[in-house]
């Protein structure tokens, strides 16, 4: 599918049409690096000191870089919420962030944790947001980012600089229904959101109570032991997962229960299965016609023309959308002459989103830009992602002081990729 138009007219210095242009699935993969931050594009960039401790206490912060170039007018330290949003300050507000630089928490890591509802054994995203302008004004880029652990018990935490994979854990106790008496083996498997089954330990318990001490997991992600019931009725089971790389890998928690009857009773079962059908579709739908950016000065700007996400799967694999810029061609006075892709950047924008769906970041143009890599307008990791996502972004094109006056014409490729980890 492809949306191209020939250039139309000039206006002002020089005129520049957009074409939006080639919506093809299955073109580009996101790196591994990409899967593991949810805000900030940096991660790594900001510390804590102490790295790690009771959570009772207030560390400093401090940064190893400046805002980037555009966003050096004021920055801010914030929490981020499971749903990506980023409303709890953090610190008081910095202004100028030309350099490096530093700050002291307004609360305690453990009161952090409580505004995040983050629960003991959890990981949180703490994120620097820089702004164009002085005291949190004009456009915000969220840039430096690091990851908490907390413990089980929530009386400690360590900083990571990547969010840990999720794990799953399933359990199941045998047989069941059981009589009073009868030994029940309870069985709990792990699975990290990659497949594998990391080293750790399972705590088992009934009624909330615990069944013995934690049972280490083989290399299928499979621990089990025994117990007993003294009473009928329906017990209440869960394994609680403790990965031995908490940096790595979050904890995960199974509930289930066993049914208990009295002795002397008689009972059987029959097994049950289904398989459920993948069903849905993905679909990308890039509105037609030519975006034309308006210049001003040294300058052009203009909006992408709506781009629309809709994703109905039931296997909910992820997705990305991407976008990269061609060179700019001239005609008429300025044939021969050309205005490099690069020199185009953007700011994700979107009217709405579907579950789970994060838009990219701003992308400025000249350094990077749109042109030599092409840069995420939305994604969603696996398990996320369904609905409709409408798409869009304000585009500007810096021009370069030797462009020839006249016309040019580019185009701007629009990818998804139909899964992600």
């Known amino acids: 599918m492809s949306w191209r138009k020939p250039a139309l007219r000039r206006v002002g210095r020089v005129a520049l049409l957009l074409g939006v242009a080639t919506a093809a699935v299955g073109g580009m993969i996101l790196g591994a690096g990409a899967a593991r931050a949810s805000i900030g594009k940096d991660p790594g960039t900001v ?25 050096q007018g004021s920055a801010v330290f914030r929490e981020v919420h499971s749903d990506g949003t980023t409303t709890n300050t953090i610190s008081p507000t910095v202004n100028g962030t030309t350099a490096p630089f530093s700050g002291t928490l307004q609360a305690s890591i ?21 702004f164009s302008g002085p005291s949190l004004t004009g456009t915000s880029d969220p840039e430096m980012d690091l990851f908490i652990n907390y413990s089980a018990d929530g009386s400690t935490y360590s900083t990571n600089t990547f969010q840990p994979l999720s794990t799953t854990t399933t359990l199941t106790g045998s047989p069941d229904p059981a009589t009073v008496g009868q030994t029940v083996t309870l069985t709990a498997t792990e699975t990290a959101a990659d497949g594998t089954h990391p080293a750790g330990s399972v705590q088992f318990q009934a009624g909330g109570s615990t069944i013995g001490a934690p049972v280490a997991v083989n290399a299928s992600g499979v621990a089990s032991t025994t117990t ?21 890998f979050f904890s995960s928690t199974s ?11 008689n009972s059987g079962s029959e097994p049950l299965a289904v398989s459920v059908p993948a ?7 890039v509105a037609p016609g030519t975006v034309t ?8 700007t203009g909006a992408l023309n709506p781009i629309t996400v809709a994703d ?24 021969g002459g050309s205005i490099p892709g690069n020199q185009l950047g953007w700011a994700p924008a979107s009217a709405s989103l579907g579950t789970g769906v994060t838009l990219g970041g701003t992308v400025a143009p000249g350094s990077p830009g749109l ?51």
């Open 47 to 71: 510390q804590l000191n102490p790295a790690n401790g009771p959570t009772s206490s207030t560390p400093t912060w401090s940064t190893t870089t400046a805002c980037a170039a555009g966003f």
């Open 110 to 130: 453990a009161q952090i944790q409580s505004a995040g509802g983050i629960p003991n054994g959890g990981t949180q995203e703490l994120v620097v947001i820089c």
């Open 228 to 248: 007993t019931f003294a009473a009928a009725g329906t017990q209440s089971l869960s394994a609680v997962f403790t990965p031995t790389n908490t940096t790595s």
């Open 255 to 265: 509930t289930a229960t066993e049914t208990v009857q009295p002795l002397g009773s």
């Open 279 to 285: 069903s849905g579709s993905f679909t990308l739908t």
């Open 293 to 300: 950016l308006t210049v001003s000065g040294s300058g052009a």
């Open 312 to 335: 109905t799967r039931n296997t909910t694999p992820g997705w990305s959308v991407s976008g990269q810029a061609a060179d700019f061609t001239g005609s008429g006075t300025a044939a």
């Open 371 to 421: 042109g030599t890599t092409a840069a995420v307008l939305a994604s969603a990791h696996a398990g996320s992602g369904s609905g409709t996502s409408a798409l869009g972004a304000n585009l500007t094109l810096a021009i370069p002081a030797a462009a020839a006056a006249g016309s040019y014409t580019s185009s701007l490729t629009v990818t998804a990729v139909t899964s992600l980890p």
